[in-house]
């Protein structure tokens, strides 16, 4: 315990708390929580107390409950729906799209062969492609064939993630050494063989990163689910929540009630996301390193 | 036994290509055909052809992008986007910085709850975001107009045309402040430890060391950071379009090039000439991103 302590001090020298530096990191924080705590605070609030009463503390009743019973009910609980909609999205494309960058990545990373530079310097010029810019083309083309409107075009096309491939061919480059690969070929492994058993499990923690960027690029979309689908028992959260939103702001008085129902949706949508973002937090340094120093 | 087969080894990888790799891409490739690259030819050719009432599908050449170039709601969006570039980006880059810096300060405490409040807003959709911001601003309805109706302050109205980039510019800056302030931390951690213990021999504070050691380094990171943001930049619409039920006579149906597209396309079916301004919005975008690179490599090409 003593030898501890000293060996600690020996290498980080004490140095004294700046007031300045948390001054301001307080007040970032503050600013990026705010937003939050208004979210749940007015989650609690009837419509009523929503614009009758201080948005940074609570009404003067408390109606969550009575909140979420409207959201899971409202128009025959479309609500869920939606949220199931989004969950199929992000974790079937999320989970499709790694898969093929990890692959791809590590195809590009370990292997030679005529044109991996060329194909690596097209999917990076690729990301500087605005996705928006191209979602109405996708629209009109994709609609000539008559596959919009369908749960299984979006998770299609989210299918190609540019940025993945990037991260992954980044990542295996540094975690894959190839002397390792031609020592198990000497063994006589196949190439499926030294997937399966080693090369999976270096590029594991490069996987789970690029998943977490998949999963919360796909879970947060919405403007090619927007164009893509004009059934709303398909759409997922974002574009439904935009829909109420729309309807509540566009008429006064009949639609009104639906303002509880957005706030209480916005809150319950990204839970999921902030848990999974609060448990898995280191995956997002280790990755955002990789990504940055190319 | 260790020679004979290390010289085969070296014959494989000098002559024979190792085809693996192509056959691992492949399943990559065909979803990147289908998701990016058939939906750009097809903007592409869309973007010649016009839909005429008589003589149906005409092939015109450029016409569409020579009138894109003299359309004056085209520029207008443009405009917008271009003062977000100036103005949002530059914003958003500095306190990420700030926060970053403040993060790998050995003067700091409580590092871990900071790093992850400030990211949290990073799992917020942009929808989301734009819906709650949307509601804070509110002048009658909203946070701003129960602080101004209790203190009395003549805060402006933040929806209004001359603060709606600004309230715009806000919601971007708050949910992707914390996702920079990460990537530039990473950065930091990856220089040498090394080096700070020669700039404390020397005698440097945390300060100096900020400006002199771990600024520069950040060169590269803050390029790659930069070239992202211009890049969602010039494609603004989530936001503009969910706060235009707030503000639908600020925030016009040609606000940002994008919503000018989308519009034009979804209600006004000029299906052509909106193609022609996706190109054409995704050709300025790349010549904005490759000069924002190409001038951080000349910048930083000794490192």
């Given at each position: 315990m003593t030898q501890l302590t000293t060996a600690r001090r020996r290498t980080m020298p004490a140095h004294r708390l700046s007031v300045p530096t948390i001054l301001v990191m307080s007040a970032l924080l503050l600013y990026c929580v705010l937003p939050f705590w208004w979210l749940i605070v007015s989650s609690t609030k009837s419509n009523g107390d929503l614009f009758?009463?201080?948005?940074l503390w609570f009404g003067r009743a408390f109606s969550l409950f009575d909140n979420l019973g409207q959201l899971f009910t409202h128009q025959n609980g479309i609500y869920l729906e939606w949220l199931g909609n989004t969950v199929l999205y992000a974790v079937v494309g999320g989970v499709g799209a790694t898969i093929l960058a990890t692959l791809g990545g590590y195809g590009l990373a370990s292997f030679t062969f005529p044109g991996s530079r060329k194909i690596l310097g097209i999917v990076i010029v690729a990301m500087a492609v605005p996705a928006t810019a191209l979602a109405i083309p996708m629209f009109l083309l994709f609609s000539s064939l008559g596959?919009?409107?369908?749960?299984w075009i979006i998770v299609l096309l989210s299918l190609a993630s540019p940025l993945g491939l990037y991260l992954m061919q980044v990542f295996a480059a540094q975690a894959v050494p190839r002397e390792l690969l031609e020592a198990a070929r000497l063994d006589g492994a196949s190439e499926t063989r030294i997937f399966v058993t080693i090369v999976s499990k270096l590029l594991a923690p490069g996987f789970v990163t690029v998943l977490l960027f998949n999963v919360v690029a796909i879970w947060n979309n919405y403007f090619l689910p927007l164009i893509m689908l004009?059934?709303?028992?398909?759409?997922p959260l974002t574009v439904g929540l935009n829909q109420w939103n729309s309807q509540a702001s566009g008429?006064?008085?009949?639609?009104?009630?639906l303002y509880n129902l957005v706030v209480t949706g916005s809150l319950v949508g990204i839970l999921p996301l902030v848990i999974v973002f609060v448990v898995l937090q280191r995956y997002w340094v280790a990755g955002l390193a990789a990504g940055s120093s190319r | 036994m260790v020679s004979k087969p290390s010289r085969s080894l070296f014959r494989r990888r000098a002559f024979?290509?190792?085809?693996t790799g192509l056959y691992l891409v492949i399943p990559f490739l065909l979803v990147f055909a289908i998701g990016i690259v058939a939906p750009l030819l097809y903007a592409m050719y869309l973007s010649l052809y016009r839909d005429q009432m008589v003589g149906g599908n005409i092939f015109v050449g450029l016409d569409n992008y020579v009138a894109a170039l003299v359309d004056p709601l085209f520029y207008t969006g443009l405009g917008h986007v271009a003062l977000y570039v100036v103005i949002q980006v530059p914003i958003m880059v500095v306190l990420a910085l700030v926060a970053a810096l403040a993060l790998d300060s050995?003067?700091?405490?409580?590092k871990s709850l900071f790093r992850i409040a400030l990211f949290l807003?990073?799992?917020?959709p942009s929808v989301v975001a734009a819906l709650m911001w949307g509601f804070l601003y509110g002048?009658?309805?909203g946070l701003v107009g129960q602080i101004r109706d209790f203190t009395g302050i003549d805060i402006p109205?933040?929806?209004s045309s001359d603060w709606i980039l600004a309230s715009l510019g806000n919601i971007t800056t708050w949910g992707f402040t914390g996702y920079n302030m990460l990537i530039f931390y990473a950065a930091l951690k990856a220089i040498p430890e090394e080096i700070y213990e020669a700039a404390d021999l020397d005698g440097a504070g945390e300060i100096k060391m900020a400006l002199h050691i771990k600024l520069p380094q950040l060169g590269p990171a803050i390029v790659l950071a930069v070239v992202f943001a211009i890049i969602s930049s010039f494609q603004l619409f989530n936001e503009p379009s969910v706060v235009s039920n707030l503000a639908p006579t600020v925030i016009t149906?040609?606000?940002t090039p994008n919503m000018y597209a989308y519009n034009l396309s979804v209600?006004?079916?000029?299906y052509n000439y909106s193609a022609a301004l996706a190109v054409l919005l995704g050709l300025i975008t790349a010549i904005a991103a490759l000069a924002v690179h190409q001038f951080g490599r000349w910048k930083w090409r000794d490192q």
């Open positions: 009758s009463t201080f948005g596959i919009v409107n369908t749960r004009s059934d709303p028992r398909l759409y008429s006064s008085g009949a639609t009104e009630a | 024979g290509p190792e085809w050995r003067r700091m405490r409580g807003p990073f799992a917020v002048n009658d309805f109205n933040l929806l149906t040609y606000f209600f006004g079916q000029q």
